[in-house]
Nanobody, 112 residues
Framework: QVQLEESGGGLVQPGGSLRLSCTASESIFSKFVMAWHRQAPGKEREFVALITSTGETKYSESVTGRFTISRDTAKRTADLQMNNLKPEDTAVYYC??????WGQGQQVTVSS
């Protein structure tokens, strides 16, 4: 069973940056889309970004131009670089291998 382990969350001031990392337990990771989702308090989980096995990317409108998703097949990682963070980006961020596995979630808090 594939497992996803996330790291990199924390507290940051508005305008700051954070980088989330997701590591897959198996090399199967390289064949599939990887995605990040987030869930803010009292809200439903929402899509943030995805990257295909060939490197194509897609972003939600709210993070386009500020967030960048990337992957390293050799390391089995998918990272989310988050710049110019806003208070409304505060949420638990989840790494996702669609239809296969979810990570445990990383808290990101944007506050002064």
């Amino acid at each position: 069973q594939v497992q996803l382990e996330e790291s990199g969350g924390g507290l940051v001031q508005p305008g700051g940056s954070l980088r989330l990392s997701c590591t897959a337990s198996e090399s199967i990771f390289s064949k599939f889309v990887m995605a990040w989702h987030r869930q803010a308090p009292g809200k439903e989980r929402e899509f943030v970004a995805l990257i295909t096995s060939t490197g194509e990317t897609k972003y939600s409108e709210s993070v386009t131009g500020r967030f960048t998703i990337s992957r390293d097949t050799a390391k089995r990682t998918a990272d989310l670089q988050m710049n110019n963070l806003k208070p409304e980006d505060t949420a638990v961020y989840y790494c996702n291998l669609p239809g296969i596995a979810w990570g445990q979630g990383q808290q990101v808090t944007v506050s002064s």
